[in-house]
């Protein structure tokens, strides 16, 4: 239902079902959907909104980034991306940098996390992704898609490591970049996005080319990434955020919205590039 749309024939009423199904033989995904509930002896109507809340109550619901997507050609599924994406609750200037196995393997994590620092995010957390989590994040991140394009042909490997990233003064998207990134909130994200993989694609052949970084397109996506994650985290990540902002606001300088992040922010070093990361001064930004 989430790729047909209207075309699954959901919206119809009993009437309209009866009559573009007489004397034709067209396939009827209400009528199979009706058949499989009550085989597998489910209690759930057979609508878009009700079986949209069964599917998240059993966390089959397709990821904010897919749902948007489909929801440039279907209405329902656009509703329910607005009813998800919600902005009341949002934390201005997140995003989630998301690093692929190769990036983490090859060590760039410690020269990777310097340069956002320099490009001016500021470092919330970095969190490996293992066991479920990882699993989590492999099946819905990128609608589940961790293969390779006619860009980048070599494999990089899935979801390894997220790094939550905050920027108290985005910047606005430039008008060529509009198109190639339609639903990005933050200019800073892409420059810094071609600029991470052009360092890690800096001694490869063209025709080996590696994409190892994904990033969220919007505050909205970066918190569902976390929420999806690593749900325990988001009110320190809120008042982290928040000391942050008021940081900026009050004084400017990035440097000392890092400290206040880093105040904030308990240590929890048990992640493989822990070492590197302290020697940084970053330790503290392990989760």
């Known amino acids: 239902m989430f790729h047909k749309g209207r075309r699954s024939d959901l919206h119809k009423s009993s009437e309209e079902r009866r009559e573009s199904e007489t004397g034709t033989s067209t396939h009827s995904h209400f009528h199979t959907l009706c058949r499989l509930r009550d085989e597998l002896g489910i209690d759930v109507s057979v609508n878009f909104s009700s079986l949209a809340e069964f599917l998240r109550e059993q966390s089959w619901e397709p990821g904010l980034d897919l749902m948007r997507k489909l929801g440039e050609s279907n209405g329902w599924v656009k509703q329910l991306y607005e009813k998800r994406a919600s902005k009341s609750n949002l934390i201005s200037g997140l995003s989630v940098f998301v690093l692929r196995n190769w990036a983490v393997r090859k060590g760039w994590v410690p020269t990777l996390i310097v340069r956002l620092q320099q490009l001016g995010f500021v470092v919330l957390m970095v969190h490996e992704l293992t066991g479920d989590r990882h699993d989590v994040a492999r099946r819905h991140l990128r609608g589940g898609n961790w293969g390779t394009s006619r860009e980048f042909p070599v494999n990089s490997g899935g979801p390894a490591m997220l790094i939550v990233l905050l920027d108290p003064a985005p910047k606005p998207i430039r008008k060529r970049d509009r198109r190639q990134y339609p639903h990005m909130s933050n200019g800073r994200v892409i420059d810094a996005k071609r600029e991470l993989r052009q360092m890690m694609n800096q001694k490869r ?13 919007d505050e909205a996506e970066a918190l569902y990434y976390i929420e999806l994650i690593v749900p325990e985290t988001v009110p320190a990540l809120r008042k982290a955020a928040n000391a942050v902002l008021r940081a900026h606001r009050s004084r400017g300088p990035a440097a000392v919205a890092r400290r206040v992040a880093r105040r904030v922010l308990p240590a929890r070093a048990r992640v493989p590039v822990r070492r590197g990361l302290r020697r940084l001064g970053l330790g503290a930004l392990v989760r």
């Open 205 to 217: 052949r063209r025709d080996a080319l590696i994409n190892s970084l994904h990033t969220s397109d």
